[in-house]
């Protein structure tokens, strides 16, 4: 019963290596998420697949690249580092488009940059 | 755009008191409302939701939340805390994004801690 799956847990970086967030669902959910929680800014969304085979830009984009392998699977990547990307990272996934249906959240990525 | 503002930063109680979160929302349409709480090295879990109907909602662990549309607000209460209640609390407000898609846009949460 694992849900929203993130990996790795912890992370740190120099500035300009690059780096693949991976996250995983086994609910057979369609659209999922990725965003950014930095303190006192609450989250902020980076980009989202709402369906397989589709991304989309969002609020927080600059510096990230995504890929939605499968249905399973969405992961975020961070060609060159950069020490403002220090955050971390949550990963999250819905059934459907409609909001009735609720995000289910990982358990986040820390990262840091130096 | 829609936008949420939750005004207080961080909160204390004590351990069986009442609790009123506060969050006020800014969207055209009618919102979608969510509140969602963070426990310390965890992911968000989903309190409660609002979408239409009555607008006293009730959640779990507990918590409760009133739209208010007058007043743009989505409160959050709950009636005796627990020293468990302890954790971050985010206010969300969902609106139609890219094609037929929702997003959720958060607040920048409430810390709550509880004294014993």
């Known amino acids: 019963n694992a849900g929203v799956t993130q990996t790795p847990k912890f992370q740190v970086l120099k500035t300009g290596q690059s780096m693949t967030l991976q996250c995983a669902q086994d609910m057979n959910h369609n659209s999922m998420y990725w965003y950014r929680q930095d303190p006192g800014m609450g989250l902020r969304l980076i980009y989202y697949?709402?369906?397989?085979?589709?991304?989309d830009k969002g609020e927080v984009p600059n510096g990230y690249n995504v890929s939605r392998l499968n249905k399973r699977e969405f992961s975020l990547r961070l060609e060159s580092a950069a020490p403002s990307q220090t955050s971390v990272y949550f990963c999250?996934?819905?059934?459907?488009?409609?909001?009735?249906?609720?995000?289910?959240f990982g358990d986040g990525t820390r990262l840091s940059i130096l | 755009a829609q936008s949420v503002t939750q005004p207080d930063i961080h909160i204390t109680v004590s351990e069986g008191a009442s609790l009123e979160l506060r969050c006020n929302y800014s969207y055209g349409a009618t919102p979608y409302l969510f509140w969602y709480v963070q426990s310390p090295g965890q992911g968000l879990q989903l309190l409660l939701k609002?979408?239409?109907?009555?607008?006293l909602v009730q959640g779990i662990k507990g918590f409760e939340a009133e739209f208010k549309r007058s007043q743009s607000s989505f409160n959050l209460r709950k009636p005796s805390v627990h020293w468990s209640d302890a954790a971050e609390y985010f206010c969300?407000?969902?609106?139609?994004?890219?094609?037929?898609?929702?997003?959720?846009?958060f607040g920048k949460g409430t810390l709550l801690t509880v004294n014993p």
């Open positions: 609002y979408f239409s109907g009555d607008t």
């Open positions: 697949s709402a369906s397989e085979g589709t991304t």
């Open positions: 969300a407000v969902g609106a139609r994004g890219g094609g037929s898609n929702y997003k959720l846009t």
């Open positions: 999250a996934s819905r059934e459907g488009a409609g909001l009735h249906q609720p995000q289910h």
